[in-house]
């Protein structure tokens, strides 16, 4: 998938994330005030999701050391599944945060 095809998937309104430009023609995408995408890079379809706190129930997907899924060669189908688990896992963790206040 191009960038600009991640870029599409990653502004889908069901996600609620918020793309920013880190350098020029290089964004991430925040949630809720977390990078859950980065590296994105115009021209290259290289990105990064967010697969710590989903590793920790799931072994579907290789994190890499510092936490994070290569989706290079993921397609449009297994970033949006990817997205959900890693988007609905952050918002447990955060609810169990807040109940612990």
Same mark, same amino acid.
């Given at each position: 998938?191009?960038?600009?095809?991640?870029?599409?998937?990653?502004?889908?309104?069901?996600?609620?994330?918020?793309?920013?430009?880190?350098?020029?023609?290089?964004?991430?995408?925040?949630?809720?005030?977390?990078?859950?995408?980065?590296?994105?890079?115009?021209?290259?379809?290289?990105?990064?999701? +967010?697969?710590?706190?989903?590793?920790?129930?799931?072994?579907?997907?290789?994190?890499?050391?510092?936490? +994070?899924?290569?989706?290079?060669?993921?397609?449009?189908?297994?970033?949006?599944?990817?997205?959900?688990?890693?988007?609905?896992?952050?918002?447990?963790?955060?609810?169990?945060?807040?109940?612990?206040?």
């Amino acid at each position: 998938m191009s960038f600009e095809q991640k870029v599409s998937i990653f502004e889908d309104a069901q996600y609620s994330m918020t793309r920013y430009t880190i350098k020029p023609g290089k964004t991430n995408f925040k949630y809720k005030g977390k990078v859950i995408v980065r590296e994105m890079r115009e021209g290259s379809s290289v990105a990064y999701v +967010w697969g710590k706190d989903i590793q920790l129930f799931t072994n579907n997907y290789r994190v890499d050391p510092r936490g +994070w899924i290569y989706v290079h060669e993921f397609s449009e189908e297994e970033i949006r599944e990817l997205l959900q688990q890693v988007l609905t896992r952050r918002d447990q963790l955060q609810d169990q945060r807040r109940s612990r206040k």
